[in-house]
C-alpha cells in the first residue's frame, strides 16, 4: 500500500487507520505521506440496518506528503514524488482526510423540505500502478454514491462517478475530466437544488502564490494524470471559483474531502470549533468577499491544514478513514446536526487516528441546525 505524491523531491508517506475491536491489518497505510502504522486496526463499524448494504470495511490510514521544510515531522515517509517542488500531500487513518457541505440557514430560500433536484460527482483515485498508490479511493466512490441513492434518494442519472479504475476514459479522473465534472455539477444550479461533491485521493501544500491564504499554502488535490508533462495538481483556488463561486442563492452544495491537508481546500472563509464557535480564517481578509457564493457551501474535511488523512480497513475493503466514518455516523443516527456529526465522526476517529475532520462553510451558520442534504 503506498500514500499521495507530491513535488519533485518530495517524500510521501500512506498509514491506514485501526480497526476497533479487530485484528490489526498488516499494512497500514495513508493518503499522502505513505506511513503505515501497526495495531489493531480501527473497528468503527456500527451495527446498524445499513451497514451491511454498504459493506464498508475498517479503517487504514492514508497518507503521502510532500517533503515541505517544517511541518508533518511525526510522519514517516517512504516514497519520492516527482512533478512538483514543494508541497506536501499526506493521507493517514491517522492523519486526516475529506469533507462535507452543509445546508445553511443563511438563507430563507433554502428550506429544507424543498429540494427539487440533487446531482452529485464522486472522485476516487487509487493511483494504481504508480509510485505512491492507495487503496480504498475507489471504495469510497463507490459507498458514498451507494449512500446517496439509499438513503438520501437521490438518482443515479444524477450522480457522476470517476475513478481510475474505469473503462470509459470519460470517467477516468483525470484533471480535464475532473475540471468538466465541477463545471458539469454546478451548470443551471437553481434555487432547491441539492449539489454533493466527494474527493478521496492524495492531497497536498503548495506555495501560495497570491496572498490569499493566512498560512501561506494553497491546499491541493491530485489528479490521476498529474505527473503528466504540462498536468499537475488542481489547487484551491480553482475548486472555489468551479464548486463555492457559482453557487446561487438557495441552492446548497455540501463537499467530502478525503485527502490530507484539506481543511481550507475549497478556501470557504469559516471554520468552525466543534463547539460552535468561529475559528480564525483561513482566507486573507482582503479576499474574503471573493471568496464566497450567493449560496451555500458547507464541507467537511479529513484533517487540518498541517495534517494527513488515512486509509484502513473495514469488513476486509479498504477505504478512507474520514469516508468511512462520514457514512457510519450518518447510518447510526440520520438525524443530527452539524454539531454533533463532526463530534461524532471526530470521535469515532481519535482513538486511533491523529487527525481531526474539519467543518466549513461560505456563510457564517449555526452547526446547531439539522445536517441535510
Known sequence: MSGIRGPAGGRINSARSRKLNAPAPSHPMTRN????????????STPTPHSGILGIPAPTPRNSMLDIPTRHN?????????????????????????????????HSSAKQSLRKNGASVQVGI????????LNGCVNDAHNIRQFLIKHWKFKSQDIMVLTDDSRDPRRLPTKTNMLNAMKWLVKDAKAHDSLFFHYSGHG???????????????????????????????????????????????????????????????????????????????????????????????CFSGCEDNQTSADTVEGGLAVGAMSWAFIQCLNANPK???????????????????????????????IRKGFIL
Request: with cysteine.
Open 74 to 106: 511525526h510522519l514517516r515517509t517512504r516514497g519520492q514524488l516527482t512533478p512538483f517542488p514543494i508541497y506536501s500531500t499526506t493521507r493517514d487513518v491517522r492523519e486526516g482526510r475529506r469533507r462535507c457541505a452543509y445546508v445553511s440557514p443563511h
Open 204 to 298: 497536498g501544500r503548495l506555495p501560495d502564490q497570491k496572498g490569499d491564504e493566512v498560512d501561506g499554502y494553497d491546499d491541493v488535490i491530485f489528479p490521476v494524470d498529474y505527473e503528466q508533462k504540462g498536468v499537475g495538481i488542481i489547487n484551491d483556488d480553482v475548486l472555489n471559483e468551479l464548486l463555492v463561486h457559482p453557487i446561487p442563492d438557495g441552492c446548497r452544495l455540501t463537499a467530502l474531502f478525503d485527502s490530507c491537508h484539506s481543511s481550507s481546500v475549497l478556501d470557504l472563509v469559516y471554520l468552525y470549533h466543534s463547539n460552535g464557535l468561529l475559528k480564525n480564517s483561513p482566507v486573507s481578509e482582503s479576499y474574503r468577499k471573493s471568496k464566497g457564493s450567493p449560496g451555500d457551501v458547507i
Open 33 to 44: 505521506n505513505i506511513t503505515r502504522p501497526h495495531g489493531n486496526m480501527l473497528d468503527l
Open 126 to 133: 487509487n493511483y494504481t500502478g504508480s509510485s505512491k498508490p
Open 336 to 366: 443530527q446536526s452539524y454539531q454533533q456529526l463532526l463530534k461524532n465522526i471526530r470521535t469515532l476517529l481519535r482513538k486511533h487516528f491523529s487527525q481531526r475532520p474539519q467543518l466549513s462553510s461560505s456563510h457564517r451558520i449555526n
